[in-house]
Every structure is written in C-alpha cells, then in structure tokens.
C-alpha cells in the first residue's frame, strides 16, 4: 500500500529514478525472546538494540545497500509529512470478533475505554457494540496483571449470568457479550463485542429523532417500561449504579435494553469495590436534591431513574445544563407526575418496584391512558375450550376460580381463568403480554386465550 503511495508521489522526490524503497519490521522490545518464531516472521523481526545501529550510516548502508543517487530524502521530508500527517493515509479498520469498527460512540470520561458502533462482516445490516478497554488508564495494581485484568471485565458477566438464571426475560433486555473469555488474554488494551437489538439507540439519539414525535402516551409507556425493567432488576438484588444516557437503549418501536453494567452492585458478591471510581462513568445525579441522603444502591438507581424520566416525559435529552435547573422545574410543574419523580428523586422510594407502583396510583383514572395497545394481544387468542383442547387424565393438580393445572396427552397444562379478554383492565392485558412474550423468548411452551372470557 504504501509502496503505491509513493509512487504516485514520485515526480515530487529530490532524485526521481530512484523512489524510497520500503522495508518493515516488527522490533522487540525488553527481554522478550523471539527465537522461535517461524522463519517467514523471524525475517522481520530484530530487537530493539539491532534497530538502533541503523542510526549509523555505515551500518545502515551495509544492511540495506542503497544505491548512491538515491541517498538524498533528507531533503524530502515535506513530502513525507503530506504523506503520514494529513489524513492521506487512513488507519487501519479496528475488526474484533467478526465484526468492524464504524463509529466511535462512547469515551470513558476517564479514558478506561471507548464505545464503537460496529457492523457485521458476515451478516448485512447487524451492527454491534464494539468495547476496546485501555487498561492503563485504571488506577491500582489489579490493571497491571491479566489476572486483575480478567476479573474486572468477567465482573459484568457475572452480573449478567446470574440476571439470566433469575430472569430471563429481563437478560434478553441487556446488551450481552458475544466474546468468548480467555483469562490469559485479557491484555491492557482488550476488546470485546456486545450484541445491539435491532433498531436501538442510546437514549440521547432516541429523544433526538423521537421524542418530540412520540406522544405523552407513548413517552408514558416507556417510562412505565422502563421503571419495570429497574424493578426486575431491584427484585433481584441488583443495583445498576451507572444509569445515564450511555447504559439506556430504546428503540421507535417502544422497546428498551440496558448495558454497562461494569460497576453493578450484585448483592451475592457486592461491590465492585476500591475500582468502581476508576470503572463507573457516573450515574445522573443532582446531589443537591438529595440533601446529604445517606441512601442504599437501589435508592441511588431511583434518583437516577426520576431524572431520566423527567427527561423521557419532558422530551429533553440529559446534559449538565438540562440539569441545572431541574429541581425548580419539577417544583413548578402542573404535569400529574411531577410530585412523583420529585418524591423519587429525592429519595422516597426504596427501589424501583415503589417508584413504579407510586407512578400508577397517581396516573389520572379519568384519562384513557392505555398501558399498551389492546391488539397486541390478538395473535394470542383463539376460539377454543381448554378442557376439550387438551382434555385432562384424571385428577387436577391446582383447580380454583383463578387457576387450574393438570395433565393432558404427557403435557403440563396451565389454565390462568379470566384473564386476557378483549376490554378487560389494560394494566392487567399488558401483564398478560408481558408474560407471553417471555414465554415466547424462552421457547419452550405453547401459548394462547380464549377468544371470549370464559
């Protein structure tokens, strides 16, 4: 490539019979032994200190045996600087995993790591997140060894393993790492790949292209979605701890997923301890509506959770300025919600499942508010009879007004009464979906209603 550059240059060269002829080498550094490299890779590799003698002229000469005319580049160096130092050569693409580097998207205010949208070299249209980790950028010892290395980036996998042995609905609702993990190999500079649901952006783009779109219903519904997700999460002794902009995805089909979770509080093995200031990106807060509150991980998650839901309600992307004046705003706010997201903000609520639960009892019962749209539930209903559908063999299990349970042709059936209909409580019809979908991800049940409550 670069032999082709210069050629294209070589009416520009002092001498032009003769262009500059291009070696390469890979120079070792240390006490690094490189003795038993093939022989194809040995001819090209040459230590630190055998490097260095090409600074004599002699040596250089004897080496590389140029011919005479061509020795004047030292008068040329302009060109090479329009070579390498204007843009005309492009860095080499960064390719992890399958996948190719497009866009940086995140920095680590620290510099711990980078965030890049990236597309899939096999599959068209699948893009992904693509985390390039400098490790030198961590502070203590635990970033000098692969050891340490492994441990802080197998943390959020660890979180997220255990979010799918408790829940696996809300793991298909995290970004999840598509890597495989080699203690060994996690080097300073490591990179891993995490899946990107289709459609989904951070949450600063999203209320940049739909927030002003989406209608005050639509923008509740996520919200409600949102906190449910969070309180999924609580539920099972996980605090984020990092909620802001850069660890919340949604996409224009009312959807949501969250990622980062680097510095989660996992109650089974707590803190990411003394490395959290190093690792977390900071979670949006207003300290000063929290007024010296000494408040537990899950009230943290909260206070971040009510300002992101102001800022999801309002329309209004986060930002140091969108914070300065939120407190006045909440206090001055006629909106129905804004006494709830003050209470959340200020500490109120213990975790996320309270923030939620308060959000719907102060939701106006006089408005139609729908949770979700009835519809949805439609692919789920059909015309049948349970009992004739699968008729039972004997005795049920569990038979009450609400429930029954029994076997049929060596299936488990379980029949939920009353539920589902056309009409019914959309709080309840959106539980209803809620449930479906879940089962519908884990794939392996059969699932339906009644066309009519029965």
Request: charged share 25%; with cysteine; aromatic share 12%.
């Amino acid at each position: 490539m670069l032999d082709n550059k210069l050629k294209r240059l070589s009416s520009r060269f002092t001498n032009k019979k003769y262009l500059p002829r291009v070696h390469f080498f890979v120079v070792m550094t240390g006490n690094a032994d490189f003795s038993q490299l093939p022989e194809v890779d040995l001819q090209h590799t040459i230590s630190l200190k055998e490097f260095l003698r090409f600074s004599d002229k002699g040596k250089f000469n004897e080496y590389f045996r140029p011919h005479p005319d061509s020795q004047v580049l030292n008068q040329d160096i302009p060109v090479f600087d329009e070579l390498f130092l204007k843009g005309n050569t492009a860095p080499k693409a960064l390719k992890i995993g399958g996948y190719t580097a497009v866009e940086e998207i995140f920095e680590h205010p620290k510099f711990v790591y980078k965030e890049y949208l990236a597309s899939s070299e096999i599959s068209k249209g699948t893009e992904a997140l693509l985390r390039v980790w400098n490790f030198k950028k961590v502070q203590g010892n635990k970033a000098i060894t692969p050891q340490g290395r492994a441990e802080i980036v197998s943390r959020e996998r660890e979180v997220l393993q255990f979010i799918n042995h408790q829940n696996r609905d809300l793991y298909n609702h995290c970004l999840r790492s598509l890597t495989s993990f080699e203690k060994n190999e996690v080097t300073s500079q490591y990179s891993e790949v995490y899946e990107l649901p289709p459609g989904h952006v951070r949450f600063n783009e999203f209320v940049g292209k739909y927030g002003q779109s989406f209608t005050q219903t639509d923008r509740l519904n996520l919200t409600k979605l949102l906190l449910a997700k969070f309180g999924d999460l609580h539920e099972i002794k996980i605090a984020h701890r990092d909620i802001a902009e850069h660890s919340l995805w949604l996409s224009p089909s009312k959807e949501i997923a969250l990622s980062n979770f680097i510095s989660a509080y996992h109650q089974p093995i707590g803190t990411v301890g003394d490395y959290r200031s190093s690792l977390s990106v900071g979670a949006v807060e207003v300290k000063e509506m929290l007024d010296g509150l000494k408040s537990t991980p899950f009230q943290q998650d909260v206070h971040a959770l009510g300002l992101v839901a102001w800022h999801l309600l309002t329309a209004q992307r986060m930002s140091p300025k969108s914070l300065e004046n939120i407190q006045n705003e909440m206090l001055s706010s006629g909106d129905w919600y804004a006494d709830v997201l003050l209470d959340a903000v200020t500490g109120k609520f213990k975790d996320a499942s309270a923030f939620f639960d308060a959000l719907k009892r102060a939701e106006p019962q006089g408005e139609s508010i729908p949770t979700f749209d009835d519809s949805e539930l439609e692919a789920y209903r059909h015309p049948i009879n349970h009992t004739r559908q699968f008729p039972d063999e004997g005795e049920f299990l569990v038979s009450t007004d609400d429930k029954e349970v029994y076997f049929s042709e060596g299936r488990l059936v379980k029949a939920w009464l009353n539920v589902g209909g056309k009409g019914d409580d959309s709080v309840s019809n959106f539980r209803v979906l809620y449930f479906f979908e879940a089962l519908g991800q884990a794939g392996s049940s059969k699932s339906h209603l009644p066309a009519t409550n029965s």
